[in-house]
């Protein structure tokens, strides 16, 4: 019923900036929340950051203070600015989004941090 196309991921130099995107299409009347979580080398999928409807945010306390989630409503979208990047940011973002009592996953954007 909802698809998610991701964009913005790649190779950044530690300290660098990159910016994600989401974006929600098919049947869409209203969504509840969007968010992003993350898969690092060898470790489980965790919650970076989320909004929602509401105007409630979370952010993982590993990127306080860097990273920066928006969302458009109009536009069904959602971003993750993400600033002074450092390798243990290294991983497969996902964007996730609940609309109407139902979660849905994206493909997945690389994000790798060099050093």
């Known amino acids: 019923q909802v698809q998610l196309v991701e964009s913005g991921g790649g190779l950044v130099q530690a300290g660098g900036s990159l910016r994600l995107s989401c974006a929600a299409s098919g049947t869409i009347f209203s969504i509840n929340a969007m968010g992003w979580y993350r898969q690092g080398p060898g470790q489980q999928r965790e919650l970076v950051a989320q909004i929602t409807s509401g105007g409630s945010i979370r952010y993982a306390d590993s990127v306080k203070g860097r990273f920066t989630i928006s969302g458009d409503n109009a536009k069904h979208t959602v971003y993750l600015q993400m600033n002074s990047l450092k390798r243990e940011d290294t991983g497969v973002y996902y964007c996730?989004?609940?609309?109407?009592?139902?979660?849905?996953w994206g493909q997945g954007t690389q994000v790798t941090v060099s050093s």
């Open positions: 996730n989004v609940v609309h109407d009592w139902n979660g849905y």
